[in-house]
């Protein structure tokens, strides 16, 4: 059975600090996805990865493929960054996700 | 258009009342899932459509019934629900169904069950 795990759980920063969010994954999974979750519900997809690294504006997200870890790091964090990050890992032999149990973020002003 | 749109927003029904639950996705999409999430847990599996055939049914109980009427539409059919089924019901799409795709979810749909 595929599986997806994710550290920390909560994570309280301030204004500007930067944060790094974990995920390890079992073997079975070969494309990572990073979603994040704003209270009231929708989930957008922020990164699928398969190997290296990819930027977008603050956020990076890196994945290391031999030792099955994947992180999520945000610079210069802004309260607005707050919501639940979600790491999902994709099949290998199949499509379905295994997701993470999320990470609640709050940025504190 | 790189939106998934659900309707309604919230739901409250009773527990001997039909009611569906829509989505709509104009990207072209040939796969589309439904997804279940219970607070502060991930979303789960409910159903996966791949070009408009139901590729996976994750053991639901057969009071969820999902249709897909087209490439673009896709229903989810409530009927005798239980308290427990209260959660909030996501839909998501993708180019078509593999684990490397991006996924575009829609806001949801807040369900009650009384």
């Known amino acids: 059975k595929n599986e997806v795990e994710q550290s920390p759980q909560n994570l309280t920063a301030q204004e500007g600090e930067f944060i790094t969010i974990n995920c390890s994954y079992s073997?079975?999974?070969?494309?990572l996805h990073w979603l994040q979750q704003h209270p009231g519900g929708g989930i957008v997809s922020l990164f699928m990865?398969?190997?290296g690294k990819k930027k977008h504006g603050r956020l990076i997200a890196t994945i290391n493929i031999q030792e099955k870890h994947s992180s999520l790091h945000i610079t210069a964090s802004h309260p607005r960054d707050s919501a639940v990050y979600i790491c999902?890992?994709?099949?290998?032999?199949?499509?379905?996700?295994?997701f993470g149990e999320g990470t609640q973020l709050t940025v504190n002003p | 258009d790189t939106e998934v749109t659900q309707t309604p927003k919230h739901l409250v029904m009773g527990m001997t009342n039909k009611k569906s639950l829509k989505c709509e996705q104009h990207?072209?999409?040939?796969?589309m899932y439904w997804y279940k999430q219970k607070a502060k847990k991930p979303p789960e599996l409910m159903f996966v459509?791949?070009?408009?055939?139901?590729?996976i049914n994750e053991s639901v109980p057969s009071r969820f019934s999902p249709e897909c009427p087209n490439s673009s539409l896709l229903n989810l059919h409530l009927h005798a629900l239980q308290p427990e089924d209260s959660a909030l019901y996501l839909c998501?799409?993708?180019?078509?169904?593999?684990?490397?795709?991006?996924?575009?979810f829609g806001p949801g749909t807040r369900l009650t069950v009384l």
């Open positions: 999902a890992g994709g099949e290998t032999s199949g499509s379905r996700l295994t």
């Open positions: 073997v079975g999974i070969s494309a």
């Open positions: 998501a799409s993708s180019q078509v169904w593999l684990s490397y795709n991006e996924q575009f």
């Open positions: 990207m072209g999409h040939r796969a």
């Open positions: 990865l398969s190997s």
């Open positions: 459509y791949s070009y408009e055939k139901l590729s």
